[in-house]
């Protein structure tokens, strides 16, 4: 088990990506926390990590309340006297597909909860987690980016800046920190099929549009779960400060096609 007895902390973990996530560390032999606002989903998740016989703990989690996320930690600490990996994975992804908008059509109140949850809750999550990370000389934290946060998406001017806001700070966390044995790391995706997405990929012209802007196949919460087991694990111990993209090839295309305004995480 390549997270035996790790403690690790999800943000948003309740469904896709960070639902994904929980169920593979929990396999791996990690004691996972699953924090989320998703009451009645985050405790699923931990029915049914426990029912494969993994060990999970859900709390109640709003990222961008600095007692929520101590609490969080708290929980952690409480439970297992330790915290290895905190994975930063919590975004209004729903509030992105619905409101987002061009900087000129953009509400204020979208840009405000956006920078709030994607970007403040990443900044208040470790700065609740680090002091016992560097009394432990040893952690590892993961943040969720984008690809849009790389190359141009119209339309999407909140949730670009507040994933390109999270890859900075990653690197600056990577330098911060490396002298206490903390690695920090972003995982961008493309697209990833979720539980929010549904209402888009059921639309066959749509899905097509997307699937022939792939060089491979549209993505799984499960492809980016297993990025984050490396990077979560000691086979990564030499890989800190990094974004690393997975996207089926997305940005390839894109490098050499204009593609479509349709791709969040």
């Known amino acids: ?23 593979l560390f929990a396999r791996e ?41 101590r609490s969080a930690v708290a929980l952690a600490i409480g439970k297992w006297d330790r915290l ?13 597909n ?16 956006m920078i709030n949850v994607a970007l403040k809750g990443a900044f208040l999550m470790a700065k609740a987690a680090l002091p016992t990370m560097m009394a432990q000389m040893r952690g590892v934290i993961l943040n969720t980016a984008t690809v849009d946060a ?3 998406e119209p ?19 990577a330098l911060n920190y490396a002298k206490y044995g903390i690695r920090v790391n972003t995982i961008s995706p493309g697209y990833v099929i979720t539980e929010c997405q549904m209402d888009w990929y059921n639309d066959p ?27 979560a694990s000691d ?8 974004n690393i993209v997975i996207d089926g090839g997305f940005t390839a295309f894109k490098s050499q096609a204009s593609g479509g305004d349709f791709f969040r995480t």
């Open 1 to 23: 088990m390549q997270l035996h007895e790790r403690v690790a902390l999800i943000t948003g973990a309740a469904s896709g990506i960070g639902k994904a996530t929980a169920k």
């Open 29 to 69: 032999g990690a004691r996972v926390i699953v924090a989320d606002l998703d009451e009645a989903n985050g405790r699923k998740v931990t029915t049914d990590i426990a029912a494969e016989g993994g060990t999970a703990e859900f709390i109640r989690c709003d990222v961008a309340n600095i007692a929520d996320a």
């Open 84 to 96: 290895d990996i905190l994975y930063n994975n919590a975004a209004p992804t729903r509030l992105c």
């Open 98 to 113: 619905e409101h987002d908008r061009a900087v000129h059509e953009l509400d204020e109140a979208v840009w405000d909860t």
């Open 150 to 152: 790389l190359i141009a």
């Open 155 to 173: 339309g999407v001017d909140s949730y670009t800046a507040a994933k390109g806001g999270i890859i900075a700070l990653t690197r600056s966390m």
């Open 205 to 231: 012209v749509a899905r097509s549009a997307a699937e022939a802007t792939h060089l491979t196949r549209l993505g799984q919460p499960e492809d980016i779960a297993e990025l984050a087991l490396f990077l």
């Open 235 to 242: 086979k990564s111990a030499f890989i800190t400060g990094s």
